[in-house]
């Protein structure tokens, strides 16, 4: 069965420093989902890509945080410098294309720990 | 945007049936779904229903919602161990954004 893939599965980094999550969706999937999920809390979205275009990127903090698709098939999301409250799990999920219905499928997720 | 609520944790015995229950704002939500979280685990979508439907069956578990009071709830019949997770409600509104509540802790007792 297709599945998202997600790397690293653990990051532990210092803060100021960079870090980058790589996600490869289910194969011709166009909508791909970038989301973090604090310890306790549900995911929040952070961006949604269309193929390579951001459909939404409203909840990103754009000082630090930048994600790209250039493609249109896998993505990374890069952190630049990593602080501390970046401690989280980021989570990826994908669709066949936007629209009414389409289940999310997610992927195991990178935890990160920023010291 | 949409506000979606649930109960922190849930406590029941092996054997019995298990009520998680969401409340959500958004009434033009179009699926309202139910996903399980395994510790260190991504999402696995268990279920969902849409908008227009009072009930949803699949096996074990059952949706109900009310949408007038935007009540959504899962019930697992015959609870075991192995479901013992994190399960999270969410509602999708405009262009497929999926908003999630804060999650639901089910411990199993055996």
């Known amino acids: 069965e297709a599945e998202v893939a997600q790397s690293p599965r653990y990051k532990i980094t210092e803060k100021s420093q960079a870090v980058a999550f790589w996600c490869d969706p289910i194969?011709?999937?166009?909508?791909l989902y970038w989301y973090r999920q604090i310890l306790g809390q549900g995911p929040e979205l952070l961006v949604q890509?269309?193929?390579?275009?951001?459909?939404?990127d409203s909840q990103l903090p754009k000082d630090r945080f930048s994600a790209e698709r250039l493609k249109g098939v896998d993505s990374t999301l890069k952190i630049q410098p990593a602080e501390l409250g970046d401690s989280a799990m980021y989570l990826c999920?994908?669709?066949?294309?936007?629209?009414?219905?389409?289940?999310?499928?997610f992927g195991p997720g990178t935890r990160l720990l920023v010291l | 945007g949409e506000d979606v609520e649930q109960s922190l944790f849930l406590s029941v015995r092996e054997g019995d049936s298990s009520v998680i229950n969401c409340t959500y704002t958004?009434?033009?939500?179009?699926?309202l779904y139910w996903y399980k979280q395994e510790p260190g685990a991504g999402l696995q979508l268990l279920t969902y229903?849409?908008?227009?439907?009072d009930m949803k069956q699949d096996q074990r578990l059952t949706v109900l919602l009310n949408k007038k009071d935007k009540h959504l709830s899962l019930r697992i019949a015959d609870t075991q161990t192995g479901d013992s997770a994190i399960y999270f409600c969410?509602?999708?509104?405009?262009?497929?954004?999926?908003?999630f509540g804060t999650g639901t802790k089910l411990q199993v007792i055996p």
């Open positions: 999920a994908s669709i066949p294309r936007s629209g009414e219905g389409e289940t999310q499928y």
């Open positions: 194969s011709g999937h166009a909508t």
């Open positions: 890509f269309q193929d390579e275009s951001v459909v939404d």
């Open positions: 958004d009434s033009s939500s179009t699926y």
């Open positions: 229903i849409f908008s227009n439907m």
């Open positions: 969410a509602g999708s509104g405009g262009y497929q954004k999926v908003t």
